[in-house]
């Protein structure tokens, strides 16, 4: 079983992409798993936007198209909406009794998260008890597997503290889950277009996957490389230059020999760069290229389902019911364990009768 989501606060970008979407779409056509759940975390993208529901709600659309655009197939792998799953809400709500506020701000993704929101002094409760919101909806599904980037490791980690303290509190009911990393060590964790450590959306360092090829090309022409390689004879520094991780990231040696092709393959690109006598642009616009060749496809899939809006709800709908069969036979079995399934707890009803009746 695998989950894995996105928070709904903009459109996706190539850190998303190479994160976990571009492996999504690997896993769903490979056929390995039972099941794979794909959401958009309305709810989460609320914890630190309470005060404009409105981006989030428009950004809904974006990020199925997004999806779709990529290559995830509703066919093959239940897409659905976090808020309109309730359940969620009552699990995290129980999770949140099994972890210490002091465990959450220990939380490195957290702790940089909020230092990059500048929350430092008033920090959204919501936004602390993110790690617990994650692991309800990993463990609601019994997700095995999270295909996910580096940066989310922690709260994996935290997520299967969760799992044992449950299951140790109240019986083995929810499952452990595995992370699963990109298998390209430089997709671990794309840097913005300005040498910057993450992409973001708010740093306003991406390129999109629905970008334009001019304003992709406008992206990777600006984009940060070595400070010291100043003249084309001037020797570069490969490591740290933005421009050599994307091509670790996304070029191929066929994508050489069309571009490119007095150059077998990036190491011999980077052998030159290191050397002196190559220019930065003339990287850049292999770059250009190989973006673009990637993104064009996604382009033309995302134009053809922007023609039919309502059917991309309407799939986000049955997706969501679908979800919540299976989030609800969770919490029946999640009530029992905690012993607040009272209607259906037959043992306490003949139990707590007998115990009144003697009392008579």
């Known amino acids: ?74 066919e093959k792998c239940t897409l659905f909406i976090q808020s309109q799953i309730t359940e969620l809400t009552e699990l995290t709500t129980y999770l949140m009794n099994l ?118 090309w406008q992206k990777v022409r600006s984009m940060y490389t070595d400070p010291d390689h100043l003249k084309v004879t001037d020797p570069g520094k490969v490591e740290g230059n933005t421009v050599f991780t994307y091509l670790d990231a996304f070029s191929t040696d066929e994508d050489f020999a069309t571009f490119l092709p007095e150059y077998q393959n990036l190491d011999e690109l980077k052998e030159h760069y290191r050397k002196g006598g190559l220019g930065d642009m003339k990287c850049k616009k292999l770059l250009n290229e190989v973006i673009n060749k990637m993104l064009e496809p996604m382009r033309k899939r995302r134009l053809e389902y922007q023609q039919d809006i309502p059917e991309i709800y309407n799939m986000l709908k049955k997706g969501t019911q679908s979800a919540r069969e299976t989030a609800a036979q969770t919490m029946d079995e999640v009530r029992r364990a905690m012993r607040i399934d009272y209607f259906n707890d037959t043992e306490l009803i003949k139990e707590q009768s007998e115990r009144f009746c003697q009392a008579k």
């Open 99 to 216: 972890v210490t506020v002091s465990r959450l701000q220990r939380n490195p993704t957290v702790k940089s998260e909020i230092q990059m929101r500048n929350f430092e002094a008033n920090i959204p409760v919501g936004f602390l008890c993110y790690p617990v919101s994650q692991a309800a909806d990993i463990t609601l599904f019994k997700a095995t597997t999270v295909p996910v980037g580096e940066d989310q490791e922690p709260m994996i980690e935290q997520t299967r503290e969760l799992v044992r303290r449950f299951n140790t509190t109240y019986g083995e009911v929810l499952v452990e889950p595995q992370i699963l990393l990109p298998e390209n060590k430089a997709a671990l964790r794309l840097p913005g277009t300005d040498g910057k450590a993450k992409m973001s959306k708010s740093l306003g360092n991406c390129i999109y996957l629905s970008d334009t090829a001019e304003n992709v």
């Open 1 to 74: 079983m695998i989950l894995t989501g996105d928070r709904p606060t903009g459109k996706l970008h190539l850190g998303h992409y190479v994160g976990s979407l571009r492996r999504r779409v690997e896993l769903q056509n490979a056929g390995d798993y039972d099941k794979m759940f794909v959401f958009m975390a309305d709810v989460q993208a609320l914890t630190d936007n309470a005060d404009n529901p409105e981006k989030i709600r428009q950004n809904i659309i974006e990020v199925a198209l997004d999806y779709l655009a990529a290559g995830l197939d509703p």
